[in-house]
Nanobody, 126 residues
Framework: QLQLVESGGNSVQPGGSLRLSCAAS????????MGWFRQAPGKEREGVAC????????KYAASAKGRFTISRDNAKNTVYLQMDSLEPEDTGVYYC???????????????????WGQGTQVTVSS
């Protein structure tokens, strides 16, 4: 049974850092691109970062570029999102997602992802 379990969400002050993790099981992790999405209160879910199956390419939303880093450890079936210089606008529920199929390039299109975790809350506030 496919499972994606996020962890690492917390409340931090502006300028702080968090590292999110997503532990995957139930499928061959190294065959799929993985993504991080977030949903802020009252807003639609948006793509934050994506990494290809072997980790060779990454793609970031403009708001995340330069502050967030997506990485993966295929030996541990885990994908990470390192978030630095956090801003109040980064507040939301962060979801890990698996691509629907093999992707030639990273994408932030929600429709390219078919399996989702339950989410982890990130709150950035002073």
């Amino acid at each position: 049974q496919l499972q994606l379990v996020e962890s690492g969400g917390n409340s931090v002050q502006p300028g702080g850092s968090l590292r999110l993790s997503c532990a995957a099981s139930g499928f061959t992790f190294s065959n799929y691109a993985m993504g991080w999405f977030r949903q802020a209160p009252g807003k639609e879910r948006e793509g934050v970062a994506c990494i290809t199956s072997k980790g060779g390419e990454q793609k970031y939303a403009a708001s995340a570029k330069g502050r967030f880093t997506i990485s993966r450890d295929n030996a541990k079936n885990t994908v990470y999102l390192q978030m630095d210089s956090l801003e109040p606008e980064d507040t939301g529920v962060y979801y890990c997602a698996r691509s629907r199929s093999l992707l030639a390039a990273p994408t932030l299109r929600e429709t390219d992802f078919g399996s989702w975790g339950q989410g982890t809350q990130v709150t950035v506030s002073s």
